[in-house]
T-cell receptor
Framework: GQQLNQSPQSMFIQEGEDVSMNCTSS?????WLWYKQDPGEGPVLLIA?????ELTSNGRLTAQFGITRKDSFLNISASIPSDVGIYFC?????????????FGQGTRLTINP | DAGVIQSPRHEVTEMGQEVTLRCKPI?????LFWYRQTMMRGLELLIY????????DSGMPEDRFSAKMPNASFSTLKIQPSEPRDSAVYFC??????????FGPGTRLTVT
């Protein structure tokens, strides 16, 4: 089946640093989503991207839909302790249909105060 | 507004026992999804419903798994008989039309 390659798998940073993570695929996607999962909770949608080249911000978070439609990145600026968690990319492809999402393996973010 | 509600939050059972996980989607949402999350395989879609009708169950691992949605506000995922390899976190999510999915808090299942 389709897979999303998410990197890095984990990040250890200092509070206040900027963070960047990305997701790539060998096939095109027509939607890219970024979710955050806190321990013991379900994923929460952060940003949704629907057009190639689209750049969207949500507070300190910025995400872009790659122009090739095969990748996306998420940046977090000036990280704070509550940014700790696992970040997942997810994509919706023309092949799988409008409702099925494919998820990346996640990036675990740890912040040293 | 209440989000997606799942019960129980934690379930510990012995191999061979029947397990039933429950989900109440967000009111007004017409799509409901069941996912399984493990360290090895990440988040996997098991099955999804539209207007209470199963649309795609290609992710259901085997015949031991079954899911039902008797009405718009309730769905169950049943495992019978359960096996240790079924241990995982099971999420329910719902959405409205073409809008994005909202996830519940999950049920952590441990089969000993």
């Amino acid at each position: 089946g389709q897979q999303l390659n998410q990197s890095p798998q984990s990040m250890f940073i200092q509070e206040g640093e900027d963070v960047s993570m990305n997701c790539t695929s060998s096939s095109i996607f027509n939607t890219w989503l970024w979710y955050k999962q806190d321990p013991g909770e379900g994923p929460v949608l952060l940003i949704a991207l629907y057009k190639a080249g689209e750049l969207t911000s949500n507070g300190r978070l910025t995400a872009q839909f790659g122009i090739t439609r095969k990748d996306s990145f998420l940046n977090i600026s000036a990280s704070i302790p509550s940014d700790v968690g696992i970040y997942f990319c997810a994509g919706r492809s023309p092949i799988q249909g409008a409702q099925k999402l494919v998820f990346g393996q996640g990036t675990r973010l740890t912040i040293n105060p | 507004d209440a989000g997606v509600i799942q019960s129980p939050r934690h379930e510990v059972t012995e191999m061979g026992q029947e397990v039933t996980l429950r989900c109440k989607p967000i009111s007004g949402h017409d799509y409901l999804f069941w996912y399984r999350q493990t360290m090895m395989r990440g988040l996997e879609l098991l099955i999804y419903f539209n207007n209470n009708v199963p649309i795609d169950d290609s992710g259901m691992p085997e015949d031991r798994f079954s899911a039902k949605m008797p009405n718009a506000s309730f769905s169950t995922l049943k495992i019978q008989p359960s096996e240790p390899r079924d241990s995982a976190v099971y999420f329910c999510a719902s959405s409205s039309g073409t809008r994005e999915q909202y996830f519940g808090p999950g049920t952590r299942l441990t089969v000993t």
